[in-house]
Protein backbone atom coordinates (compact mmCIF):
# COMPACT_ATOMS: atom_id res chain seq x y z
CA UNK A 1 0.00 0.00 0.00
CA UNK A 2 2.80 2.45 -0.63
CA UNK A 3 1.71 3.79 -3.93
CA UNK A 4 2.27 7.09 -4.84
CA UNK A 5 -0.97 9.13 -4.72
CA UNK A 6 -1.66 11.70 -7.34
CA UNK A 7 -2.86 14.89 -7.61
CA UNK A 8 -3.23 18.20 -9.31
CA UNK A 9 -0.33 20.63 -8.28
CA UNK A 10 -1.91 23.88 -6.49
CA UNK A 11 1.05 25.94 -7.95
CA UNK A 12 0.59 27.86 -5.45
CA UNK A 13 3.05 31.33 -5.73
CA UNK A 14 4.43 32.41 -2.46
CA UNK A 15 5.54 28.37 -1.68
CA UNK A 16 7.15 27.60 -5.11
CA UNK A 17 9.58 25.51 -3.45
CA UNK A 18 7.69 23.09 -1.77
CA UNK A 19 4.71 21.26 -2.47
CA UNK A 20 1.41 21.93 -0.27
CA UNK A 21 0.06 18.65 0.53
CA UNK A 22 -3.01 19.20 1.27
CA UNK A 23 -4.41 15.76 0.29
CA UNK A 24 -4.48 14.91 4.00
CA UNK A 25 -6.98 16.84 5.51
CA UNK A 26 -4.39 19.55 6.81
CA UNK A 27 -3.83 23.00 5.53
CA UNK A 28 -0.50 23.66 6.54
CA UNK A 29 1.51 20.52 5.71
CA UNK A 30 3.87 21.49 2.84
CA UNK A 31 7.00 18.68 1.25
CA UNK A 32 9.80 19.86 0.59
CA UNK A 33 11.16 16.12 -1.02
CA UNK A 34 9.80 13.40 -1.59
CA UNK A 35 7.24 13.67 -4.46
CA UNK A 36 7.31 14.04 -8.29
CA UNK A 37 6.02 16.53 -10.38
CA UNK A 38 4.54 14.90 -14.04
CA UNK A 39 2.93 16.40 -16.87
CA UNK A 40 -0.13 13.79 -18.54
CA UNK A 41 -2.12 14.69 -20.89
CA UNK A 42 -1.08 18.41 -20.30
CA UNK A 43 -2.32 18.53 -16.66
CA UNK A 44 0.64 18.49 -13.97
CA UNK A 45 0.42 16.06 -11.39
CA UNK A 46 1.97 15.23 -7.97
CA UNK A 47 3.31 11.80 -6.99
CA UNK A 48 3.99 11.39 -3.42
CA UNK A 49 6.62 8.88 -2.27
CA UNK A 50 5.30 6.32 0.81
CA UNK A 51 1.93 7.74 1.72
CA UNK A 52 1.63 6.26 4.34
CA UNK A 53 4.95 6.61 6.16
CA UNK A 54 4.31 10.31 5.51
CA UNK A 55 1.20 10.20 7.32
CA UNK A 56 2.53 8.71 10.37
CA UNK A 57 5.64 11.23 10.18
CA UNK A 58 2.39 13.87 10.42
CA UNK A 59 0.57 11.94 13.41
CA UNK A 60 3.31 11.49 15.15
CA UNK A 61 4.22 15.41 14.64
CA UNK A 62 1.29 16.07 15.66
CA UNK A 63 0.70 13.78 18.46
CA UNK A 64 4.23 14.97 19.89
CA UNK A 65 3.50 18.74 20.33
CA UNK A 66 1.98 20.27 23.41
CA UNK A 67 -0.37 22.98 21.83
CA UNK A 68 -4.14 21.77 21.97
CA UNK A 69 -5.01 19.80 18.78
CA UNK A 70 -6.97 21.41 16.67
CA UNK A 71 -10.35 19.86 14.93
CA UNK A 72 -8.53 18.89 11.60
CA UNK A 73 -5.91 17.19 13.75
CA UNK A 74 -8.09 15.46 15.18
CA UNK A 75 -9.88 14.09 12.38
CA UNK A 76 -6.58 13.47 10.67
CA UNK A 77 -5.40 11.34 13.44
CA UNK A 78 -8.50 9.23 13.75
CA UNK A 79 -8.08 8.50 10.01
CA UNK A 80 -4.45 7.39 10.87
CA UNK A 81 -5.81 4.93 13.51
CA UNK A 82 -8.39 3.89 11.31
CA UNK A 83 -11.08 4.59 12.98
CA UNK A 84 -14.78 5.73 12.77
CA UNK A 85 -15.65 8.63 15.05
CA UNK A 86 -17.90 5.18 16.83
CA UNK A 87 -15.39 3.87 17.40
CA UNK A 88 -12.58 6.52 18.63
CA UNK A 89 -15.27 7.76 20.92
CA UNK A 90 -15.51 4.13 22.48
CA UNK A 91 -11.75 4.79 23.19
CA UNK A 92 -12.01 7.72 25.11
CA UNK A 93 -15.31 7.06 26.43
CA UNK A 94 -17.44 10.00 24.11
CA UNK A 95 -20.67 9.63 22.26
CA UNK A 96 -19.35 9.49 18.40
CA UNK A 97 -21.47 13.27 18.68
CA UNK A 98 -18.41 14.58 20.92
CA UNK A 99 -15.91 13.18 18.23
CA UNK A 100 -17.80 15.21 15.23
CA UNK A 101 -18.18 18.21 18.13
CA UNK A 102 -14.00 18.36 18.08
CA UNK A 103 -13.38 17.63 14.74
CA UNK A 104 -15.48 20.91 13.82
CA UNK A 105 -13.80 22.98 16.22
CA UNK A 106 -16.90 23.30 18.56
CA UNK A 107 -15.29 21.96 21.70
CA UNK A 108 -11.61 20.47 22.38
CA UNK A 109 -10.74 17.23 24.15
CA UNK A 110 -10.41 17.04 27.58
CA UNK A 111 -6.66 16.20 28.74
CA UNK A 112 -6.99 12.65 29.84
CA UNK A 113 -9.11 11.85 26.04
CA UNK A 114 -6.16 14.27 24.49
CA UNK A 115 -3.37 12.19 26.11
CA UNK A 116 -4.72 8.77 25.22
CA UNK A 117 -5.37 9.70 21.66
CA UNK A 118 -1.54 10.80 21.69
CA UNK A 119 -0.73 7.77 23.05
CA UNK A 120 -2.84 5.77 20.65
CA UNK A 121 -0.41 7.55 17.56
CA UNK A 122 2.75 6.46 19.30
CA UNK A 123 0.97 3.01 19.73
CA UNK A 124 0.60 2.50 16.15
CA UNK A 125 3.98 3.93 14.59
CA UNK A 126 6.53 2.41 17.67
CA UNK A 127 6.53 -1.39 17.71
CA UNK A 128 6.69 -0.74 21.42
CA UNK A 129 6.67 2.69 23.28
CA UNK A 130 7.71 4.18 26.83
CA UNK A 131 4.35 5.91 27.79
CA UNK A 132 6.59 8.08 30.50
CA UNK A 133 8.93 9.15 28.08
CA UNK A 134 6.45 9.50 25.15
CA UNK A 135 4.16 12.33 27.87
CA UNK A 136 7.45 13.61 28.56
CA UNK A 137 8.29 14.56 24.77
CA UNK A 138 5.08 16.27 24.78
CA UNK A 139 5.14 18.44 27.40
CA UNK A 140 8.85 19.45 26.15
CA UNK A 141 7.56 20.46 22.91
CA UNK A 142 6.86 23.79 21.93
CA UNK A 143 3.93 25.76 21.06
CA UNK A 144 4.60 26.32 17.41
CA UNK A 145 1.73 24.35 16.30
CA UNK A 146 0.02 26.78 14.00
CA UNK A 147 3.01 27.39 12.10
CA UNK A 148 3.09 25.69 8.40
CA UNK A 149 4.59 21.73 8.83
CA UNK A 150 7.02 21.05 6.59
CA UNK A 151 8.10 17.31 6.03
CA UNK A 152 11.02 16.16 3.84
CA UNK A 153 12.23 12.64 2.22
CA UNK A 154 15.45 11.91 3.18
CA UNK A 155 17.62 8.96 4.17
CA UNK A 156 14.43 6.46 2.97
CA UNK A 157 11.76 7.86 5.82
CA UNK A 158 9.59 11.08 5.91
CA UNK A 159 10.46 13.59 8.75
CA UNK A 160 9.28 16.94 9.96
CA UNK A 161 11.80 19.31 8.35
CA UNK A 162 13.76 21.56 10.59
Known sequence: MNDPVCMTHDG?????????????GLDNVYLASGYQVREIGGERYI?????ED?????????????????G????????????TQRELGAWL????????RYEKDQTVLDGAADTLLRLLVAAKAEESIDVRAE???????D???????TF????DEWRAAA
Open 54 to 70: LHEAIALFLARKRKVLS
Open 135 to 141: LERIQES
Open 72 to 83: KEVRFIRKYLGL
Open 12 to 24: SPERDELLHYTAC
Open 93 to 100: KVSDQSIA
Open 47 to 51: SVRDV
Open 152 to 155: ERAD
Open 143 to 149: DASDADL
